[in-house]
């Protein structure tokens, strides 16, 4: 028993060790796995490898956007590897989708394991994907990247959060517009590559506009670039959403009692603001139309003036007939709801 089992051991050594020294994980091998994954768009192998970057969110790291993205790396060559003691670096060229000229990317990995009957394996440094900033309107809840769903990195939906709790109830629309049109930051690592990215809400009234959103390889120079800022514009619901609070706006505003009713695109000229009286749309502006301002807001305005009449409640005051050209600022909140107020420097209003 003694015999066959020394044997037994020889063999098993015999066997053993020309595997463990032939059959190393060479930093070559190790590069290729991360290489592979880079062409084939797997997220889950360069997630494995991904050097975590403060405040940068790996969000899009998602295999659809990786495979849909508008220029990705296709292909490579190994160029050639630096071993120095304990550590090595594997230069390779790499391809892209579009023909462009080859980029090259050097990986760095590190040896593990190393013994009397055991060869070095070699594993990958963690790789920092280069992080690419943009700027996110408040009343987006999500991104889309070459029309794939992501969420929000956390930092960014914290920062809606944290506005729209900071908006009391009943709070002035302006103050909602202030609020709103600062925006938010969002910063994505994503692999080298361009991308269509766009912020989006699921409320149905706004859309994203896409902009092309440009990552370069780990380690390249590359001038620092600003914040992409993303804007959003009204669907064709939200188009009728903000013509009918623009609408509500001057029928509520056509309910004021004073002669100079606050927000409103009217007002009697030549009286005191307080005088009291009643308000009567004889003509509604016709053509209410709106455009981008900015961000998350838009401005409804009027093809031709509209007609009001104010009469004061004095016995023997004549009326006053006004015309009006409104200018309604639309802004989407945090909560994602559109909330109307009336632009008072691009209002017009004149005597009939």
């Known amino acids: 028993m003694r015999v066959w089992g020394g044997v037994a051991l020889v063999l098993a050594l015999v066997i053993a060790i020309p595997l463990v020294l032939m059959n190393p994980r060479t930093p070559e091998r190790a590069a290729r796995e991360y290489l592979d994954a880079l062409v084939a768009g797997d997220a889950g192998v360069l997630k494995e490898h991904l050097a975590a970057t403060p405040d940068a969110s790996p969000v899009g790291l998602v295999d659809a956007v990786l495979q849909g993205a508008q220029r990705r790396v296709t292909g490579y060559d190994l160029e050639g590897v630096s071993i120095s003691g304990d550590t090595a670096t594997v230069t390779s060229t790499v391809t892209w989708s579009d023909g462009a000229k080859p980029g090259t990317l050097a990986l760095a990995a590190h040896a593990e394991g190393a013994g009397p009957l055991l060869a070095r394996s070699w594993v990958l440094d963690p790789v920092a994907l280069q992080s690419v900033s ?7 809840d999500h991104l889309e990247i070459g029309g794939v769903e992501v969420p ?8 809606r959060s944290d506005a729209a709790a900071a908006v009391p109830d009943g709070a002035a629309p302006e103050a909602v517009a202030l609020l709103s049109g600062t925006g938010v930051v969002a910063t994505l690592q994503l692999p080298a590559g361009s991308y269509d990215l766009a912020a989006a809400s699921r409320n149905g009234l706004v ?4 902009e092309t959103l440009r990552a370069d390889l780990p380690g390249a120079r590359t001038p620092s670039r600003s914040p992409v800022m993303l804007t959003m514009e009204l669907t064709a619901d939200g188009e009728e959403a903000a013509t009918q609070e623009a609408t509500d706006l001057i029928t509520q505003c056509a309910r004021s009692t004073t002669a100079a009713p606050e927000g409103c695109p009217f007002a009697a000229t030549g009286s005191d603001a307080s005088e009291p009286g009643t308000w009567e749309i004889l003509t509604a502006p016709p053509g209410l139309l709106t455009t981008f301002d900015g961000v998350d807001s838009w ?8 007609e009001a009449r104010f009469t004061p409640d004095a016995t023997g005051s ?3 007939t006004v015309r009006f050209l409104p200018s309604v600022r639309m802004v989407l909140t945090p909560g994602g709801e559109l909330t109307a107020s009336v632009d008072a420097e691009a209002a017009i209003c004149v005597d009939a």
Request: charged share 15%; no cysteine; glycine share 16%.
């Open 134 to 140: 943009v700027g996110v309107p408040l009343g987006a």
């Open 152 to 159: 929000l990195p956390e930092d960014a939906e914290q920062a």
């Open 207 to 210: 859309r994203g506009v896409p």
């Open 299 to 306: 401005l409804v305005g009027a093809t031709d003036a509209g």
């Open 318 to 320: 004549p009326a006053q």
